[in-house]
């Protein structure tokens, strides 16, 4: 059974057009990530939510935001998509009850191209 | 500042050898897990392993076995008898207790792709 579902896996948008990836889990977990990752490359952590307390890393674009209305959902909304935004984007939870030392577990991913 | 380095940017082996993928990191802090993720093509990361810093016990998972050695930093994963469906790359990375600022962040190495040929 699927823990962590990404949809759509494959999304094609156009240069400047808003675009909203989604991101549902079903362990319960209190902790969701957004990742992206480039070819070849390892993920980047672009910001997480602890419940509902957004963190945002340093060097994340504002071009992306997130939301998440409840513990099972969250999304990733990139305002302006830019062609160096194309990639895969990676969602993971993890349960929040230790500290920041615990397990994530990634969804299959949502692959972005930016025409 | 924590690093992990993976030095073998590709692989590729017989089907049936063994084949060792290498994982060095460095962390200021004397707590902090060490993981290993395999993403197939799919893309889709896997968890296959984590290791607390205080447990040095080698551990073996069917064809997968795992040499922790805090002396050297390295944290190293051996596929016996690889198979085709092993192909993928293959994540080291690291967690400390704290990164900053409230961050859970992983620091993933580069990734090793593993072909495995028939």
């Known amino acids: 059974d699927a823990m962590v579902i990404q949809n759509p896996r494959y999304q094609v948008t156009q240069f400047g057009k808003p675009v909203t990836l989604s991101c549902s889990q079903t362990?319960?977990?209190?902790?969701m990530y957004w990742y992206q990752q480039k070819s070849s490359q390892a993920p980047k952590l672009l910001f997480h939510?602890?419940?509902?307390?957004?963190?945002n890393e340093a060097d994340t674009p504002d071009n992306f935001q997130s939301r998440r209305p409840n513990t099972s959902f969250c999304f990733l909304d990139i305002r302006s998509p830019g062609l160096g935004d194309a990639a895969m984007y990676l969602c993971?939870?993890?349960?929040?009850?230790?500290?920041?030392?615990?397990?994530?577990?990634f969804g299959p991913g949502t692959r972005l191209l930016v025409l | 500042a924590q690093k992990v380095t993976q030095a073998q940017t590709e692989i590729s082996v017989v089907e049936k050898e063994d084949v060792t993928l290498d994982c060095v990191y460095e962390t200021r802090d004397t707590t902090y897990y060490l993981f290993w993720y395999k993403q197939p093509p799919s893309g889709e990361l896997v968890f296959l392993i984590r290791r607390n810093s205080f447990d040095e016990q080698n551990e073996i998972s069917g064809r997968y076995s795992w040499n922790f050695q805090k002396s050297t930093s390295s944290f190293n994963f051996t596929i016996t008898a690889s198979q085709v469906v092993d192909s993928a790359v293959y994540f080291c990375?690291?967690?400390?207790?704290?990164?900053?600022?409230?961050?859970?962040?992983?620091?993933f190495g580069k990734g090793t792709k593993l072909s495995v040929i028939p």
């Open positions: 990375a690291l967690s400390e207790a704290y990164s900053g600022a409230g961050s859970y962040q992983l620091t």
């Open positions: 939510y602890y419940d509902k307390d957004f963190n």
């Open positions: 362990l319960n977990h209190n902790v």
């Open positions: 993971a939870t993890s349960r929040g009850q230790e500290d920041r030392r615990e397990t994530q577990y």
